[in-house]
């Protein structure tokens, strides 16, 4: 896996990906940007969060669930110092379906963060990494 990551100018930065997809990168007017683009931090927290998700819901679907919609919050809490490294991250899965068992869920939402999210997991030798879920019946 590669990427490649292009100053464009003031701390504006375009990353570009081996499979083709490219992000806008930027930082806020008090350092330099122009609020254009996520910032680096918030990105690592959309990996996180795309990563468990996308786990989440093919064990969900392999288990044969009715699954209409998963949407996943994650909130991060930051050090004060320098640098600004996260100290906790919490994953909040929202799961809505016919007929979900609260069961399935939960055992797929702790299979993502035991064994399978590679992102999670490597945040989490470094940062406390808190999960839950609740099932919407529709």
């Not at 990996?47 to 044969?64: A, E, H, N, P």
Request: with cysteine.
């Amino acid at each position: 896996m590669q990427v490649t990551v292009k100053w464009v100018d003031g701390v504006m930065f375009v990353g570009e990906t081996g499979s083709g997809h490219a992000v806008v990168m930027d930082g806020p007017p008090d350092h330099g940007g122009r609020n254009i683009g996520m910032r680096p931090m918030e990105m690592l927290l959309l990996g996180v969060g795309g990563c468990s998700s996308f786990d989440v819901i093919q064990i969900l679907q392999k288990g044969r669930n009715d699954l209409v919609k998963c949407v996943a919050e994650v909130t991060a809490e930051r050090v004060d110092a320098i640098p600004s490294v996260f100290s906790k991250i919490h994953l909040h899965f929202i799961v809505s379906g016919h007929d979900l068992k609260p069961a399935a869920v939960e055992r797929a939402v702790k299979l993502s963060a035991e064994k399978y999210c590679s992102a999670s997991i490597m945040l989490s030798k470094a940062v406390e990494i808190t999960h839950d879920f609740e099932v919407i019946e529709l």
